[in-house]
C-alpha cells in the first residue's frame, strides 16, 4: 500500500524559510517521479515543483529561485525547501506520486504572515 507523509510545516514571517518532507512507502522510491503540490484556501490545488527519478527538477514560476525540490532515495524521502517566503505562499502543501493512479499526502499546513 502506498503511502505519503508530509510534515515541517508550521507558521512563519514573511522572508523565512521552511523545509518540508514527505516520507513514502509502498513504492520503489528511487524510480518514481515525486511531486510536491499545494493548495490555498478556495483556490485550486496547483503543481510547486517535482523531482524525476534520476534528479532532474522542474520548478514552477511563482517559486523558482526560492523554493528547491530534492529527494534522499536511501531515506525514501522528498524535501521542499523553501525559501523568502511570501504570505501567497500560504497553502496545504501535499506530496504527490504515481503508482498505476495518483497518490496523495495528507498534506502539511504552511502560513506566512505578514
Known amino acids: 500500500q502506498v503511502q505519503l507523509v508530509e510534515s515541517g510545516g508550521g507558521m512563519v514571517q514573511a522572508g523565512g524559510s521552511l523545509r518540508l518532507s514527505c516520507a513514502a512507502s509502498?513504492?520503489?522510491?528511487?524510480?518514481?517521479?515525486m511531486f510536491w503540490y499545494r493548495q490555498a484556501p478556495g483556490k485550486q490545488r496547483e503543481l510547486v515543483a517535482f523531482?524525476?527519478?534520476?534528479?532532474?527538477?522542474s520548478y514552477t514560476n511563482f517559486v523558482r529561485g526560492r523554493f528547491t525540490i530534492s529527494r534522499d532515495n536511501a531515506k525514501s524521502t522528498v524535501y521542499l525547501e523553501m525559501n523568502s517566503l511570501k504570505a501567497e505562499d500560504t497553502a496545504v502543501y501535499y506530496c504527490?506520486?504515481?503508482?498505476?493512479?495518483?497518490?496523495w499526502g495528507q498534506g502539511t499546513e504552511v502560513t506566512v504572515s505578514s
Open positions: 509502498g513504492i520503489i522510491f528511487s524510480t518514481k517521479t
Open positions: 504527490s506520486t504515481v503508482h498505476s493512479t495518483q497518490y
Open positions: 523531482i524525476s527519478s534520476n534528479g532532474g527538477t
